[in-house]
């Protein structure tokens, strides 16, 4: 069953502008891990954050973790032409740690 | 280093014919996954190998489906017979880590299956 949701579906924003994608989940996680897809590409790892934390950078990636709300959100800072791509969030679950699972993703077009 | 390739990138085929899918996953990678994803729908799972041995295959659609991983090396996917709803796009992932996800996946391309 699927256990993560991505939101919105799409969202479509200026070059330059922030980019901000929700991802819930239902069960407790180990971790939950986002990547990127261009298109005719394979997923691209952006960043993992564990159980334990609330807050990761990389770049001018962001992601934050609420355990009790069962959600975490990626902010894309400064967006250019080239974060054009579909996102997805995945979790490992707490009692299964040798499985991942994917939502359907947020498809992200930046305009010029 | 070489990533994850996936071979043939595109496969188109009729209803009823046979296709195999190759997955050559990075050197040393202990974990194989493959996942599908039809338009606009999730990621699904369907299998994962530890070595040469499979560690999960609940996410196989049915028997029309088998994987097998020679050596605990290659993989290969194998639908027979093709079936309108087996089209997507067929991902292998590869991770360090002996059956754990502690880390990241690394993805192939990919092979968008077209069954006509």
């Known amino acids: 069953s699927q256990q993560g949701e991505e939101d919105p579906q799409a969202l479509s924003i200026q070059e330059g502008e922030n980019a901000t994608m929700n991802c819930s989940y239902k069960?407790?996680?180990?971790?939950l891990q986002w990547y990127r897809q261009n298109s005719g590409r394979g997923l691209v790892h952006l960043i993992l954050?564990?159980?334990?934390?609330r807050e990761k950078h990389s770049g001018r990636l962001r992601v934050t973790l609420d355990t009790s709300k069962k959600s975490s959100s990626l902010l894309i800072t400064a967006s250019r032409a080239a974060d054009t791509a579909s996102y997805f969030c995945?979790?490992?679950?707490?009692?299964?740690?040798?499985?991942?699972?994917f939502g359907k993703g947020t498809r992200l077009h930046i305009l010029p | 280093e070489a990533g994850v390739t996936q071979f043939p990138s595109h496969s188109v085929i009729e209803k009823g014919q046979t296709v195999t899918l190759r997955c050559d996953p990075i050197?040393?990678?202990?974990?194989l996954y493959w996942y599908r994803r039809v338009m606009g729908k999730e990621i699904k799972f369907l299998l994962h190998?530890?070595?040469?041995?499979?560690?999960?295959e609940s996410g196989m659609p049915n028997n029309r489906f088998l994987a097998e991983r020679t050596g605990g090396t290659y993989s290969t996917l194998k639908v027979q017979p093709a079936e309108l709803e087996d089209s997507g796009v067929y991902f292998c992932?590869?991770?360090?880590?002996?059956?754990?996800?502690?880390?990241?996946?690394?993805f192939g391309s990919g092979t968008q299956l077209s069954v006509l």
């Open positions: 190998f530890v070595k040469e041995s499979k560690q999960d």
């Open positions: 069960t407790s996680i180990n971790n």
């Open positions: 995945a979790t490992v679950p707490m009692n299964r740690d040798d499985k991942i699972i």
């Open positions: 992932a590869s991770s360090q880590g002996f059956g754990r996800i502690y880390e990241k996946l690394f």
């Open positions: 954050i564990r159980s334990n934390e």
């Open positions: 050197s040393g990678h202990d974990n």
